[in-house]
């Protein structure tokens, strides 16, 4: 009898000892996990912060974009209207190379400071497509500086 109950306590002293080391392995399986959880989140919060400062960047950037590109229409459109009205002419300065066998007569002499060689004046049609041209090539201009301020703000 006695080996009996010597057998049942040591079962119980050793249940007992291993219900501990569960106990306790149970518990640093939670802190890990709490503390995997912390850092997760810690992580997402900083992840957050950065996509929310890109946005913003992003977005300064496209109200940049969009205020270069109104003011260069502006200006085109101003460009456009004095031309419209003769109130500018746009004119271009005429090679002085005899041998390139090329004589455009130069038109009068506008009342203004005018340096350099012969000009002629450029009929407003022809100026109104070459401001045209322009304005194409300037919004394109613009378009790209913003394309690479968006790479450059995403890249980073």
Known sequence: MLV?????????LQGWRYGKQLAEQARL?????????????????????????????LSVSEQTHYRKLSDAQKDQDRLRD?????????????????ASGCSVPAGTEASGVVHGGARAQLDP???????????????GL???????????????
């Not at 613009?142 to 790479?151: G, R």
């Open 29 to 57: 399986q939670a802190e890990t996990l709490n503390q995997l959880t912390l850092i997760a989140a810690t992580a997402q919060l900083a992840e957050q912060d950065k996509r929310l400062a890109l946005e913003q960047r």
């Open 82 to 98: 004095r031309l419209a009205t003769s109130d500018l002419r746009l004119s271009v300065l005429l090679s002085e190379d005899p």
């Open 4 to 12: 009996l109950i010597g057998a049942g306590s040591t079962w119980q």
């Open 125 to 139: 049609a022809h100026a109104q497509r070459i401001v045209a041209i322009t304005d194409e090539g300037d919004r």
């Open 142 to 156: 613009i378009a790209l500086a913003a394309c690479q301020a968006y790479v450059r703000g995403v890249s980073h």
